[in-house]
């Protein structure tokens, strides 16, 4: 099997490294990397222009699987370029939530609705890998010591839930309905090693979505989890729903659609299930064993970290 992955990035990485023990791997970029080669032996970088599509589809040729880790107009470019090229299974950007918990006019949507709606009007295959959040979001310094996440506004360490060094957390703890919010969180390596496993099983009868999860929670006990863990008590603050759609919707109308705006939207969007997995698909088809996020933190947030 020979594997496209599109971007050069942290996460990029992390799939090649697993992708390209048992299969060909090639890495698009838009500059050369020494450090991947380094970091991926074995595995083939190619400098592309993603504004130059034929470019692009003359660099894939050959492949039978992409896998994207790049939003916007260079994803769009790419999957015209795949489609051209006959590859015949695209990934795109999604390495979130359920997709079924996704608003049809979504507020955090950085073009994958749109890289969504082009492969289904191009009649190609895709599938999408659901994963919750990013476990290392929570690790020292955030997604941003991994270089994963770069323009999605939850970088940082204190960008969402809970900054484990700050010792606070703000949270949503009930959806409109009372109930409490729950969310599923997954390592990179272990979404890395999904994939990898869904691959080998072959990409032929690959779903429109499969699903995973490392672990799931209430996000309160996420707090709790995270609190104990560092030996600490945590400063919570816990909104209510109807008081954060209201700051939301007041910032809307002042025209304030800055850092706090996707701030306070990704709270709302976590409570309403957004980031949830309810039913992980991959889990019951694939021999991989995550880790729970208690072990992960302990990882790095410990008393022996």
């Given amino acids: 099997m020979r594997v496209a992955i599109a971007g050069a990035g942290g996460f990029a990485r992390i799939l090649a490294q697993y992708i390209s023990q048992t299969h060909s791997v090639l890495i698009l970029s838009t ?15 190619v400098v592309v222009d993603y504004q130059d599509v034929e470019n692009l ?41 359920d997709m079924s918990r996704r608003p049809t006019e979504d507020p955090l949507d950085r073009g994958g609705q749109s890289a969504i709606e082009m492969l289904e009007q191009a009649h190609m295959r895709y599938t999408i890998f659901s994963c919750g959040i990013f476990m290392e979001r929570f690790a020292p310094g955030g997604l941003q010591t991994y270089h994963i996440g770069a323009g999605s506004g939850i970088q940082g360490p204190s960008d969402y839930l ?47 979505e499969y699903r995973m999860r490392g672990d799931s929670m209430t996000v309160t006990d996420l707090v709790h989890i995270c609190s104990d863990v560092r030996g600490v008590p945590f400063n919570l603050t816990a909104r209510h ?4 759609e209201a700051q939301v919707e007041e910032l809307r109308q002042n025209g304030d659609c800055g850092y706090y705006y996707f701030y306070y939207q990704r709270l709302l969007q976590t409570a309403l299930g957004r980031y949830h997995i309810h039913s992980p698909s991959l889990n019951d088809d694939v021999q991989v064993q995550p880790m729970s996020f208690r072990a ?6 410990g008393p022996e970290a």
């Fill in 31 to 45: 500059q050369p990397r020494p450090e991947v080669d380094q970091q991926c032996p074995g595995c083939q970088l």
């Fill in 162 to 208: 809970v900054d484990i060094q700050g010792c606070s957390a703000e949270i949503i703890p009930n959806n409109p309905s009372g109930r409490s919010v729950r969310v599923s969180l997954t390592s990179v390596y272990d979404v890395a090693q999904f994939i990898t496993a869904a691959i080998d099983l072959g990409i032929g009868n690959w779903p429109r």
């Fill in 57 to 97: 589809r003359y660099a894939v040729l050959g492949a039978d699987l992409i896998i994207s880790t790049i939003p916007g107009a260079e994803q769009l470019n790419l999957i015209d370029a795949a489609r051209r090229a006959r590859v015949r299974r695209f990934v795109p950007s999604e390495f979130e939530g």
């Fill in 296 to 301: 992960w933190l302990e990882r790095f947030w």
């Fill in 241 to 244: 729903y109807r008081e954060v």
